[in-house]
C-alpha cells in the first residue's frame, strides 16, 4: 500500500495496482470442478432409470451455487505487489487481505500442472521464514506474469537489502548479520538456464530409477479406487486378456495357495508398474543448476514444478540407496532443509537418481566434502540387540495368528533370516567425522548415509536405556533443524565410553567452529535491541 | 552445590551440576497421585458393574487392590528417582542436562542455538512457587527442551541471562 517516499516511489512499480488472476482460471476452475460434479452424481448415473428427478436437482443445485460462486471468487480475487510488500485480497463473504512482506519471502515457487499448461497459466506459490506452509498462492496466473512476479519480488527485495545495508543506525545490533542474508536469499536469478548446470537427468534414467523403486502404496491406491469403482480386479483381468488366460484362471481357482501367491504377485507388478509411471511423471526432465548461491530445479511430466533451495538453508545431505540400487552404483541425494516447504517434510530432492561419481560431484557444491574411507563401527552388541527387536516383532505377528492358525507358527523359520538382518544391519551402521562434518550411515532396505555438518548442529543427545546400560552402551544423536522423524541419524549401540567421548569431540569441534570470529557467547548486557526473542508468563 | 537435597545418591552426580527443587517431588506425587485416581475411577467402575457376574473370575475388589497399590507405589517412588536422576547447570557456552531413570539421556544445549525461551507454570506448580524453564531451539527433536523444577524466580533469572545470548538467525 504505502509507496510514498520510498526510494523506488518515482521507479516503475509494474504492479502495484490491484491484479485479477489470468482470465483462464474461470475456465480451469470450471473443469476442475467438475470431478466433484460427477462424485455427486454417480449414484444417478449408475442407475440412470432411477430417481431421475435427484440427478437434475444435484445438477440445478450445482448451477445455482457452485457456478456463481467460481465467477465470485475470481472477481473479489486481487493481488499487488508494492515495495514492501505482497498484498492478496480474496473471498467472497467473508473478505481477507493477506500482507506479505517482501523481505520475509523466502522462495517464489512456480507450479504447472497438466491443466494450466493446456491454458499457458502456472501456479505461483510463495513460502515465507516464519509460516511452515505456503504463505501465499497465486492460482492461476499467466506463465509470463508468473515469471515477472518472481522477477519483481526479486527485484524488490535486493533493494531493500541494499537499503538496509549502507547506513547501519547505531542501535541495531543486528542489522550486518541480517543483510548479507537477505542480499543472498534475494540472489539474482532469471529464468531456467542461467547459472552452472548440475544436472540434467536423461529419460532412461528416469525409467531406470523408477524400476529399482518400490513401493507397496500404490497398489493399496489401485484397489482402493477399483473398490471404490467397483470395477472387481477379475473382470478387468478378463477384459485385458480375453479366454486366453482361462486355463490358468482355473488351476489358479484350484488351489488357493496358488490363488493367494499369483494374486500377490499381480499386486506386486502393478504396484512396480506403476511406481515407474508415477515415478516418471514426477522427475521427467528433472534439471537441476546453481545460481547465485542457490539451488534451482525444474521437473515433472504433467505436473512442471521449479523450486529452489537456497544453500544457506541446507542443513544436512543424505545420500540414500538401496542394496540393489547400490549394487550397480546409483545414489539419491536429498537435502534436509528447513522453513520451506512442509510437504516435502523437510527433505528436498536434489538429485533423484545418479552414479555415485555424479552424486558426489553435485554434493560437492552444496557441502565440499570427500567419503570417508572408511566407517567407525557400533559395538557388536547391536546385533544380539536388533536380533531380539526383530525377534519380538515376529512374535508379535506370530504369535496371536498362531493362537488362530495353527500353522502360523512356521513363520518362526523367518528367525535365521533375521539374525542374519541384525548382523547387516551391524555391518552398515557406522559413523565417521572428517571435513568438518558427521558422517552416520544406516539401513539395510533403505541405506542412509547423513552427512551433517558441524555448523549445523543444534542439540546434542548422549542416552542409554536400561538394556543398554546393562550391556554398557550408549546411543548419540545430534539434532539438526529440519531432521526427519523416521529416519534421523542416530548412532546406535556405541561402547559407553567412546559415545561420550564422541560427544564431547563434536561439541568441542562445534564450539571450535564459531570460536574464532564472533569470539565466544556475544557480550551479554547489550539492552537495546535483544529483547524480542523471549516470553514472559 | 547441593546440600539441601537430602537424599543425595552417590549416582550420578557429577561435580557442579544442580539438583532440581526438591519440591518438585510433591508435585510429581500429586500428579501421579491424580492419574491413579483416574485409573482406579476407571476400574472401580468395571468392578461395580461386574460384582455379581459369577464366573470364577477374581474376588471382587482384588483388581482395585492391584491399582491402587502399584499406584501409591509408582507415585511415591518414580518421582524420587526422577529427582535423583535430574541434574542441570548452566555454563558458559552451553545449557547442560541429565535426566532420565530408564532411559539415562545427557543433553548439551549450546546457547547460541537458543530461539526463544518460555516460563511456564501450572496451578500446582503455582502453589510450590516452582516454575519450568522451555529452551525451543531449531532442532527437529529438540524443539522444546524442558528443565522443569526450578524456583520460579529462578526460572525468570536464567531465561534473563540466556535471552541475551538469542542470535537474530540461529540455523
Known sequence: ?537 | MAPDAPDQPAAPASPSLHPLDPAIRTIWSIKLGLLTLLALIGVLFYEVTHLFDDEGGWPPFVLTGIVLGLGVAISLVVPRLRYRYWRYDLRAEELYLERGIFNRVRTIVPLRRIQHLDVSQDLLEREFDLGKLIVHTAGARSSDVVLPGLRIEDAERLRDTLKHYILEDAV
Do not use: C
Not at chain 1, 536423461?202 to 489401485?222: D, E, K, N, Q, T
Not at chain 1, 547387516?424 to 541405506?447: K, N, P
Not at chain 1, 546400560?469 to 529440519?482: E, F, I, M, P, Y
Open chain 1, 1 to 537: 500500500m504505502a509507496d510514498d517516499a520510498t526510494p523506488l516511489a518515482d521507479e516503475a512499480t509494474p504492479l502495484a495496482d490491484g491484479h485479477r488472476l489470468h482470465p483462464m482460471t474461470l475456465v480451469q476452475r470450471l473443469l476442475l470442478s467438475l470431478p466433484g460434479l460427477v462424485l455427486l452424481l454417480l449414484p444417478v448415473l449408475r442407475a440412470p432409470n432411477r430417481d431421475a428427478w435427484l440427478s437434475v436437482a444435484f445438477a440445478v443445485t450445482y448451477a445455482v451455487v457452485a457456478l456463481p460462486l467460481i465467477v465470485l471468487r475470481y472477481l473479489r480475487f486481487r493481488y499487488r505487489i508494492t515495495p514492501q510488500e505482497l498484498i492478496i485480497e480474496s473471498g467472497v463473504l467473508t473478505r481477507r487481505q493477506r500482507n506479505i512482506p517482501v523481505e520475509r519471502i523466502q522462495n517464489v515457487e512456480i507450479e504447472q500442472s497438466l491443466l494450466p499448461r493446456l491454458f499457458g497459466t502456472a501456479k505461483v506459490k510463495i513460502e515465507t521464514a516464519g509460516s511452515s506452509g505456503t504463505e501465499g498462492v497465486l492460482e492461476f496466473v499467466g506463465l509470463d506474469e508468473a515469471r515477472r512476479i518472481r522477477q519483481i519480488l526479486r527485484t524488490y527485495q535486493q533493494h531493500q537489502a541494499a537499503a538496509s545495508l549502507p547506513p547501519p543506525p547505531s542501535g541495531e545490533a543486528h542489522a550486518a548479520g541480517k543483510a548479507p542474508a537477505a542480499g543472498e536469499a534475494a540472489g539474482a536469478e532469471t529464468d531456467p538456464g542461467a547459472g552452472t548446470e548440475l544436472l540434467s537427468l536423461p529419460l532412461r534414467h528416469v525409467l531406470l530409477s523408477g524400476v529399482f523403486r518400490f513401493s507397496l502404496l500404490y497398489i493399496a491406491l489401485i484397489f482402493s479406487g477399483l473398490q471404490y469403482l467397483n470395477v472387481e480386479p477379475e473382470e478387468m483381468v478378463d477384459w485385458m486378456t480375453g479366454p486366453r488366460l482361462d486355463a490358468f484362471v482355473a488351476a489358479v481357482g484350484d488351489s488357493p495357495y496358488l490363488a493367494a501367491a499369483a494374486g500377490i504377485l499381480l499386486a506386486a507388478l502393478l504396484s512396480w508398474l506403476t511406481g515407474i509411471l508415477v515415478n516418471l511423471n514426477k522427475y521427467h526432465r528433472f534439471r537441476l543448476w546453481l545460481d547465485a548461491g542457490k539451488l534451482h530445479k525444474r521437473h515433472g511430466l504433467l505436473t512442471v514444478s521449479e523450486g529452489t533451495i537456497p544453500l544457506r538453508r541446507v542443513q544436512a545431505l543424505i545420500l540414500r540407496t538401496n542394496p540393489l540400487m547400490e549394487r550397480f552404483g546409483w545414489f539419491a541425494l536429498q537435502l534436509q532443509t528447513m522453513g520451506l516447504d512442509v510437504d516435502q517434510q523437510g527433505y528436498q530432492v536434489a538429485v533423484p537418481f545418479a552414479q555415485k561419481d555424479d552424486v558426489l560431484r553435485i554434493a560437492g557444491h552444496i557441502y565440499p566434502f570427500s567419503l570417508p574411507e572408511a566407517f567407525r563401527p557400533v559395538s557388536r552388541v547391536t546385533i544380539r540387540r536388533t536380533f531380539v527387536r526383530y525377534t519380538l516383532a515376529l512374535l508379535a505377528v506370530v504369535g496371536p495368528l498362531a493362537y488362530l492358525w495353527r500353522e502360523a507358527l512356521w513363520g518362526l523359520v523367518l528367525l535365521p533370516a533375521l539374525l542374519y538382518a541384525a548382523v547387516l544391519h551391524y555391518r552398515y551402521h557406522g559413523y565417521a567425522v572428517q571435513d568438518g562434518a558427521l558422517f552416520v550411515r544406516r539401513g539395510i532396505i533403505r541405506r542412509y548415509l547423513w552427512i551433517v555438518p558441524v555448523h549445523k548442529f543444534q542439540v546434542f543427545y548422549a542416552s542409554a536405556s536400561l538394556f543398554q546400560r546393562r550391556l554398557g552402551v550408549k546411543s548419540l544423536l545430534v539434532d539438526t533443524a529440519g531432521a526427519g522423524s523416521f529416519a534421523y541419524p542416530e548412532i546406535v549401540d556405541l561402547p559407553a565410553g567412546e559415545a561420550d567421548a564422541l560427544l564431547d569431540d563434536l561439541y568441542r569441534r562445534f564450539l571450535a567452529h564459531f570460536a574464532p570470529p564472533s569470539a565466544g557467547p556475544p557480550p551479554p548486557p547489550s539492552p537495546a535491541t535483544q529483547n524480542n526473542g523471549s516470553i514472559s508468563i
